[in-house]
């Protein structure tokens, strides 16, 4: 990797992880604050309205996002012609969901629902005028502007969210905060990105982005489907109340795994494209990013699963507890999240798009197994389900995705291996110290401090490379800080 690759990179990671820590810590903060004011069936409310804000929000962007930043020469007139495309896409998306709301709430039976939908259906709208601002962003892998926006927009809203609930509005506080938050970003993006569409729209444009994008339009909605399926036969076939605890464990999860999925993601994508054709540079790239970020995905979700406990306890209260056990399996699941996506991402640098659709509607069929668990049996096993598929889905992304660059998935999981190693054995010691009979308020900081000096002890003990890259990195940051 060339060095100005390499601080592109590393610069690219640094903000993107810096806005993931600090926008989505803001929000989880904020959710705390909610998590005492509100119910576990104020979220399972807010958990419905989600699976169909996220499938509709991926058909808005039909692929087109990551078929711009793949291309190296993208035109103004390839803006446009996309910004007028989602635009059209999202009004039609949004009318469907507040025309449906009525009889969606009474599939779910709960009539709360309907008025709650028909307010959430705007957010639709309002997303996609943001969509052509973050690619560009993204595309300069300009994550510093990005961190701006979404500090503003999360501090703003949790204002607003806790403002709400602390006045007697309930689920509408979720609601509140949700629009706030996007409304905010897509304004400042409009400001800071410094671009505005024009009416132009081009059909060959059009086809050619449709082209490469049709395919991860596809695969992105079976995926999206797929990941909220699981709330939908929750809120389905269980009390409202289970819904909310399965809500509140998958944002616990999604702390670390979700974020530091986004940072590869965001950071990956545009990056390995920009060497595509240089086959040497991008296995060694493509290496190290996984090997960087996967020491900390595992150390931090597997350790999250070992002090789940203390962890609801003091920071949500009993009245969560139930979210316990859901927390601790979808950590192990949820561990993959970020191999996923830079196994696709990887797919999608070489141009494979067919092959990301093959593979989509494979993985989907294996997974209907855990949602038939979950219908029949019962949501632990649906749960346990869902983490061996996870597994089955690693070995079908890295398998199909190594090969062109001689990267294969021994090569793969051989250099992985260390990092789960460290962190299970941490989960392990972690886990054990649940069973010491003092406060919740004195176990959690115990367990985290005994964590984290696990995990950095055995890694400087075995040397692990990618240990000493991110120390690293982190003396480099904390110096420019100083400064």
């Known amino acids: 990797m060339s060095e100005s690759l390499k601080h592109k ?77 989602n635009l059209v896409i999202s009004v039609v998306l949004c009318a469907a969901l507040y025309f449906s709301a009525s009889a969606i709430a009474e599939f779910f039976n709960r009539p709360q629902l309907t008025d709650l939908l028909k307010v959430m259906s705007f957010i639709i709208i309002i997303n996609a005028f943001a969509i052509i601002q973050r690619t560009i962003l993204m595309k300069k892998i300009d994550f510093k502007t990005q961190t701006k926006v979404s500090v503003i927009s999360s501090v703003t809203s949790g204002v607003v969210g806790i403002g709400m609930a602390a006045a007697g509005y309930g689920v509408w506080s979720l609601v509140g905060q949700q629009l706030s938050r996007q409304g905010l970003n897509t304004i400042f993006l409009w400001v800071y990105a410094k671009w505005h569409p024009r009416l132009q729209f081009s059909i060959e444009s059009f086809k050619e982005l449709f082209g490469f994008g049709w395919k991860l339009l596809i695969s992105s909605l079976i995926a999206t489907i797929w990941n909220e399926i699981y709330q939908v036969v929750i809120g389905k076939c269980y009390a409202p109340a289970t819904l909310g605890q399965y809500t509140r464990a998958q944002q616990f999860a999604s702390i670390f795994s979700a974020n ?15 060497i595509q054709n240089d086959k040497t540079r991008l296995k060694a790239a493509y290496k190290r990013i996984i090997k960087i970020s996967m020491l900390p995905t595992f150390v931090l979700m597997l350790g999250m699963a070992g002090c789940a406990k203390s962890m609801i306890q003091v920071l949500v209260g009993d009245q969560w507890l139930p979210a316990v056990p859901f927390l601790q399996i979808i950590c192990f699941q949820m561990m993959l999240y970020p191999l996923h996506s830079l196994n696709l991402n990887m797919l999608q640098v070489e141009g494979r798009s067919d092959l990301f659709l093959k593979l989509e509607i494979i993985k989907k069929i294996v997974s209907l197994g855990p949602i038939l668990l979950g219908i029949f049996i019962g949501i632990y096993w649906m749960l346990i389900g869902s983490v061996i598929a996870s597994l089955f889905n690693y070995y079908l992304n890295a398998y199909y995705s190594g ?12 250099d992985i291996l260390p990092s789960f190693g460290i962190a299970l054995f941490m989960c392990i010691v972690v886990c054990g110290m649940s069973y010491v009979p003092v406060s919740p308020f004195i176990l959690f900081p115990a367990q985290i401090l005994t964590g984290m000096t696990i995990a950095i002890a055995l890694s400087k003990k075995f040397e692990l490379p990618e240990y000493i890259e991110i120390e690293d990195l982190a003396k480099k940051a904390f110096a420019k800080i100083k400064r």
């Open 403 to 414: 090969p062109a660059i001689g990267y294969s998935i021994k090569d793969q999981i051989k």
């Open 260 to 274: 530091m999925m986004n940072v590869v993601q965001r950071v990956s994508y545009p990056v390995l494209s920009t």
């Open 9 to 85: 990179t590393v610069k690219g990671v640094s903000w993107s992880f810096i806005d993931s820590i600090l926008s989505q810590g803001i929000t989880f903060l904020v959710g705390l604050v909610l998590a005492r004011l509100l119910t576990p069936e104020d979220y399972s409310l807010l958990g419905i309205i989600v699976i169909f804000i996220a499938v509709f929000n991926c058909i808005v962007d039909s692929g087109f996002s990551n078929a711009l930043i793949r291309k190296t020469d993208a035109t103004d007139k390839d803006y446009n012609t996309v910004f007028i495309s």
